[in-house]
């Protein structure tokens, strides 16, 4: 195993700054190859179809820890964690929103309600929420993303009432979600401006992208040549999700695509994108990609580049993984940081 350590890659003039690692521990090695044979197994649909927003268990991993309240959001499912040891309503200035990955097909599972209680427990000025957005094929793009809109409409509402910030945070599709919904409060928030209220400030001011979807139309040739090292995903199976996906859409609607969407919105509106690519996965081309074109329209952000590693490795953080202990202290030192920025 190579010990090096991390590389942060920045240029003068860029943005966006780039931690850069490429050691891969045996277990993790182990681990990729464990799953390739069953990553059809794993990645199968659920069986289970869903009208509107999932209404979830809380995963015990989750309740030994944290307590989990669960509400209503303009007919949304939110899930919002808290230590056990907390009494009564906290007033936290951030409030983070989760997006569980799944191909926008299955809800959060057992890694996602683990990771969303580690962040309770290590990010005291945020109240971290598990958001159950509605799912494919009862709810493609069309049908789902204008509903997270007047969801974020009611929680905008909410930050300048209780004087809050938001953060938007997702792996996979769920951070394509977390990308989408972050663009469109970028642009509600300029409109608003425009209209009247120049003083005021964008309620969102961090989007944390994990392994994100970024492009649809998948027509990114390097995505083949890493389509044999990837352990759990193929060029397959994300053309088949992003079908799934958008509906009544195309597959270059920046509605589902942000790589496609107006990115200077972000800086205009000073939102921070965050951000992690692991280089054995087909969705890391497009993500390169997107990234590249945050840094041209000058979007601020930090983002952890670690190569050999599979796709949302952070997860694997609960199992003892290095890697994944890794990324996992590296998103809380991101978002901590984040915080300690804009007080």
Partial sequence: MNNQRPTVATEPTSSIRVDHRDYRSTLEAATQALLKPFASLILKPPQTTYSGSPRLTPHKTAQKTCRVEEKSVEEMWIYTFSPLDARGERAVPHKLYYFAGGGFRGPANKEHWALCAELCLKLPQH???????????????STTVPHLENVYQTIARQSKE??????????????????????????????????????????????????PATDMRNNNPEIDDIDKRDSLLSRKVIEEVAEGWIGEWFLSDPRVSPVLADLKLLKRANIKVDGIIAGYDVLAPDAAVFRKKLDDCGVEGDWLEWEKQMHCFPLMFSYHVREGVDANDWIVDILRSNVQQNE
């Fill in 127 to 141: 109240e971290i929420n598990l958001v159950s957005y509605p799912l494919v094929p009862e709810s493609p793009a």
């Fill in 162 to 211: 209780q004087n809050f910030r938001i953060t938007f945070m997702g792996d996979s599709a769920g951070g394509n979600v977390a990308l989408v919904l972050g663009i469109y409060a970028a642009s509600e928030y300029l409109r608003g401006a425009t209209e009247g209220d120049p003083g005021s400030i964008c309620p969102v001011e961090n989007i944390f992208a994990i392994c």
